[in-house]
Structures are given as C-alpha cells and as structure tokens.
Nanobody, 123 residues
Framework: VQLQESGGGSVQAGGSLRLSCAAS????????????MAWFRHTPGKEREGVAQIGTDGTASYTNSVKGRFTISRDNAKNTLYLQMDSLKPEDTALYYC??????????????WGQGTQVSVSS
C-alpha cells in the first residue's frame, strides 16, 4: 500500500488546515474501504503519537489533545483519507503521517506508512 500525504503548511494559532492522504496499491482483492486508516504525528525529541483513526465502518477515535478540534474522515470512492484540523495550537506543530492496515494488531499498530507532511503553527 502506498500512501501520499498533502496539505501541510504554516499557519497561525487558531487557524485551520486540512490534510489529505491518497492511497493506492492495495492487497489483491481488497479496496481502500477494507483498510483501517489513521493519522500520526511526530515531533523531534518526542515519541510518535497517534492522533486519530477511522475504521472500515467510519467509526472515528481521537487522542485526547485533539478531541473537538480535529476531524478524521475518509472518501472510499476517492481512496483518500482526510484530517480537518481547526483551532490549531503551537503544540500541534509536527510531521503528520498517514497510516493504513487491513487488520491492525493493536489500537495504534499500523503496517503501512506515508512519508509525512509538515504542519507548523506559530503563536
């Protein structure tokens, strides 16, 4: 599975960004709709953090720090995952990664990763 993120950039605190992740190269017999999808982020000096994930049925979950501000969604017809980020804070600055797995081994255990897109939030 190949994942390509886009939509990162620089924004002031309180602003919004929408990240996209285009997926392709699925396992034989499966489509994008069969994959659990997630967004992670990483800041130098910190561990990678799971931000949001969405199941094959559209059920979403979020890490506490982004609840009420971020919204994960998927468009199965376009093979694309989204992350709408509102009310951004400087602490949201990170490299954001898209991840996929047909059967995650654990709550945040995904096997396929994109290259990442940088989000920078200034105060």
């Amino acid at each position: 599975v190949q994942l390509q993120e886009s939509g990162g950039g620089s924004v002031q605190a309180g602003g919004s960004l929408r990240l996209s992740c285009a997926a392709s190269g699925f396992q034989y017999g499966y489509t994008f709709s069969n994959y659990y999808m997630a967004w992670f982020r990483h800041t130098p000096g910190k561990e990678r953090e799971g931000v949001a994930q969405i199941g094959t049925d559209g059920t979403a979950s979020y890490t506490n720090s982004v609840k009420g501000r971020f919204t994960i969604s998927r468009d199965n017809a376009k093979n694309t995952l989204y992350l709408q980020m509102d009310s951004l804070k400087p602490e949201d600055t990170a490299l954001y990664y898209c991840a996929a797995d047909r059967r995650p081994a654990g709550p945040w255990d995904f096997g396929y990763w994109g290259q990442g897109t940088q989000v920078s939030v200034s105060s």
